[in-house]
């Protein structure tokens, strides 16, 4: 099966979803390499072939999120004369769920991006997620979808941030050793609370790579393996106590981590 040199990503919007499809089907496929074009914003018959000029400069495989049939056809018609591989990279998706529910796509490119209530829900939960961070407004924590515990440097803030983006509002809360965390927060039940940990290594490596800010005095103890080592142990004790479970961020992408907290949210909502 030959490998193409050149990749197009077409899009009537931003580009996001034919982007993020791209790149975890890709991700099974490390010994290609791949000049990736990307066109977004393709919403008149003038850009659609223009890009498809560009493509017979440099054929390779064409994916496209192309709400608008015309666009589809000048695509599909294009590529087939050309003998160029393509795929409409939601079809399968879309036609899944318009024949389940017998229900007709709405055909208007950037739905995904609209300003409704979902988005103006998801800002309100950055904001939270902002206002909330380092153990900052615990007052409020019983307004918050999830609570994350962990030391300094164990991917609390942007974990939060990503599940932010989601629209869960999300607080975090630094473990500190001999620094009891308030009762309060660990009684409160609408909230999944949940413990990130690393590996000292891990941990060590990140904290020496972003040790700007950190008191001199502390330097010492903030890198120190034995030091690390009981922080995490301190911290995993007190996480099983409270019976929080504990999410090894070690070797997790933050979208990894964000995705084992949303299926715990999930489960716990049904409680």
Not at 30 to 39: A, G, K, S
Not at 93 to 100: C, G, H, Q, W, Y
Not at 154 to 180: F, H, Q, R, W
Not at 199 to 212: F, Q
Request: with cysteine.
């Amino acid at each position: 099966m030959p490998a193409y040199d050149h990749i197009h990503l077409i899009s009537d919007s931003t580009g996001d979803t034919v982007s993020a499809l791209a790149r975890a089907a890709l991700s099974q496929f490390n010994y290609l390499y791949l000049i990736e074009h990307h066109w977004t914003l393709i919403r008149r018959d003038d850009q659609v072939k223009k890009v498809l000029s560009m493509i017979e400069s440099h054929p390779g495989l064409v994916l496209f999120t192309l709400v608008d049939p015309e666009h589809q056809k000048l695509v599909i018609d294009f590529c087939e004369k050309k003998q160029i591989p393509y795929q409409a990279a939601l079809k399968p998706i879309v036609d899944k769920i318009s024949k389940t529910w017998n229900v007709d796509p709405l055909k208007e490119p950037g739905q995904q991006h609209i300003l409704d209530d979902k988005y103006f829900f998801r800002l309100e939960a950055v904001e939270f997620a902002l206002d909330h961070d380092d153990g900052k407004l615990t007052e409020n924590y019983h307004l918050a979808d999830i609570i994350l515990f962990g030391v300094s440097r164990s991917s609390k803030t942007p974990t939060a941030m990503y599940l932010a983006n989601k629209g869960l509002k999300v607080a975090n809360y630094p473990i500190v050793k001999d620094v009891e965390i308030s009762k309060e927060i660990l009684k409160l039940d609408i909230p999944l609370l949940v413990g990130l940990s690393q590996d000292p290594e891990v941990l060590i490596h990140i904290r020496k790579n972003r040790i700007t800010g950190v008191n001199p005095l502390l330097k010492n103890d903030y890198v120190d393996f034995e030091k690390v080592s009981d922080e995490i142990m301190y911290t995993q004790k007190i996480l099983k106590q409270n019976k929080i479970p504990i999410i090894n961020v070690a070797k997790r992408s933050v979208e990894e981590t964000a995705a084992e907290i949303i299926k715990l949210y999930e489960f716990h909502r049904l409680k």
